[in-house]
């Protein structure tokens, strides 16, 4: 939920709807013929989840275009994937696609494949990923940062107590990594901490589009026994204490995706980070 609006962060890759073409961003404003007007999430989720092999209709609209659109999505078991690794020359890629309790050792594996391969520049590729476990993000930047070192403040309620999130400091690396973090519109919450947190203790340079911007902390309050109220109780800042609900992280260098490039496979982001790493 985005201003009020059912929004997509990430369509997860290969899943039902990244396969019909949902995009980061769309705003679902049915579902087959039902509105999505003041829909809990929940209830939005139960709609759109039904037998294998069925279709439910999305009417959705995309920033930039004049009309709704209508996406049709065919139901199917949904295969989450958390890591890939690939090996550009002297560059190591590690794409993670959210942070599940898995993440942190299965991350861990992947770095053990970076040291091994002698490669000393790494992109870490966040695009897509809508996030998940705060503490499997601040597992992962404690493989980069001293410890101590601050990963994500949580400003709890009106009082605005701050509760800080540290480094546990398996540091492995030293100054020699050279080290980009790709994002976009889809990564979000626990990826917005992490690539905040290297950023801004200045281990990577971030690469492609400003991200999604969801930083808070929320809690569901019963109100009647049939209804409920979800309020957000704290909110994340990075160790500089930008906002991320308010603000998302923008990147160092701007590289935008065209519809012609998606087509055409082409990844321009990709591209810059390869020229900067040269």
């Known amino acids: ?105 299965l991350f861990r594996e992947a770095l053990q494949k970076f040291v091994d391969a002698k490669a000393s520049k790494l992109i870490l590729d966040l695009r897509g990923n809508p996030g998940g476990f705060l503490e499997a993000s601040i597992d992962i930047a404690s493989w980069f940062l001293p410890a101590g070192k601050t990963v994500v403040i949580e400003k709890m309620g009106q009082a605005g107590e701050e509760k800080i999130y540290r480094s546990r400091g398996y540091n492995i690396f030293n100054e020699n990594l050279r080290m980009i973090i790709l994002i976009d519109g889809g990564s979000a919450s626990a990826s917005e901490i992490l690539a905040g947190a290297l950023s801004e203790h200045k281990i990577a340079k971030l690469v492609g589009e400003k991200t999604f911007g969801k930083g808070s902390v929320q809690e569901l309050v019963k109100v009647t026994d049939n209804t409920s109220l979800k309020v957000t109780i704290a909110e994340w800042l990075t160790p500089n204490k930008v906002q991320i609900s308010e603000n998302g992280l923008k990147p160092d260098y701007e590289v935008k995706i065209s519809s012609e490039d998606i087509e055409k496979k082409r990844d321009p982001q990709l591209d810059k980070a390869l020229e900067l790493l040269k």
């Open 1 to 105: 939920m985005k201003n009020g609006v059912l929004t997509v962060i990430s369509p997860l890759k290969d899943s039902p709807a990244y396969k019909a073409g949902m995009k980061s961003g769309d705003k679902i404003l049915k579902i087959d013929k039902t509105s999505t007007d003041n829909m809990s999430i929940e209830k939005a989720v139960n709609l759109i989840r039904g037998q294998k092999g069925t279709e439910v209709v999305l009417t959705i609209f995309r920033e930039g275009e004049k009309a709704t659109r209508e996406i049709k999505i065919i139901r199917d078991t949904i295969k989450i994937p958390t890591i890939e690794t690939e090996q550009k020359g002297d560059v190591f890629i590690l794409r993670l696609f959210n942070f599940s309790v898995n993440s942190p050792q």
